[in-house]
C-alpha cells in the first residue's frame, strides 16, 4: 500500500503533468502561441512536477522528505514569482505594457542567459494579451492558484513528521 506522503507526491507529479498537458493542447489544438512568461511558467511547473517525482520515488524519511519540502517549496515560489509577475503584466494600464522585443529563441541565441531571464521577466507586449479565460481568470492566474496549491500540499505533506 502506497503511504500517504508518497500518495500525495504521484497526485503532485499528475497534477503538474496536466497543467503541462493542457498548456501544450492550448497552444497546438487551441492555437494560443505561449508568450515568454508561458514558457517561464512551463518550465517552472516542470521542476514542481520533477521534484514531486523524486520525493514519491525516492520516499526518505524524516529530514529527508523535509528536504524535498524545501525543494517543493522553491519550485513552487518560482511559479508563483513567474505567474504573479504575469498576472501584473496583464493587469497594466493598456500602453503602459513593455513593447514586444525579439522572440524567446533569439534572445537565447544571441544573449547571456541572465540578461534573458531579465528581459523576459520584464514582460513584453504579448505577454499583456489576455486570449483565454475560465471562470473569469487568466491562464497566468490559475497557473498561481495552482502553483499556490500545490507549494502548499506539497510542502505540508512532505515537512511534517
Do not use: D
Not at 40 to 48: G, K
Request: charged residues 10%; hydrophobic residues 55%.
Amino acid at each position: 500500500m502506497l503511504s500517504n506522503r508518497r500518495l500525495i507526491n504521484f497526485a503532485g507529479f499528475a497534477a503538474c503533468g496536466a497543467l503541462l498537458a493542457y498548456a501544450l493542447y492550448a497552444q497546438y489544438e487551441l492555437g494560443l502561441e505561449p508568450c515568454p512568461l508561458c514558457i517561464f511558467q512551463r518550465i517552472a511547473i516542470a521542476a514542481l512536477g520533477v521534484v514531486f517525482l523524486l520525493a514519491a520515488l525516492h520516499q526518505p524519511r524524516a529530514w529527508g522528505a523535509r528536504v524535498y519540502a524545501i525543494f517543493i517549496g522553491i519550485a513552487a515560489l518560482a511559479a508563483l514569482g513567474v505567474a504573479g509577475r504575469h498576472v501584473y503584466v496583464q493587469h497594466l494600464p493598456p500602453g503602459s505594457v513593455p513593447s514586444c522585443g525579439a522572440p524567446l529563441e533569439v534572445l537565447l541565441r544571441f544573449t547571456p542567459v541572465m540578461a534573458v531571464i531579465r528581459k523576459v521577466l520584464t514582460g513584453s507586449g504579448e505577454c499583456g494579451e489576455v486570449n483565454w479565460k475560465f471562470l473569469g481568470l487568466a491562464m497566468p492566474a490559475w497557473v498561481l492558484v495552482c502553483a499556490l496549491l500545490l507549494g502548499a500540499i506539497g510542502v505540508a505533506a512532505n515537512a511534517r513528521k
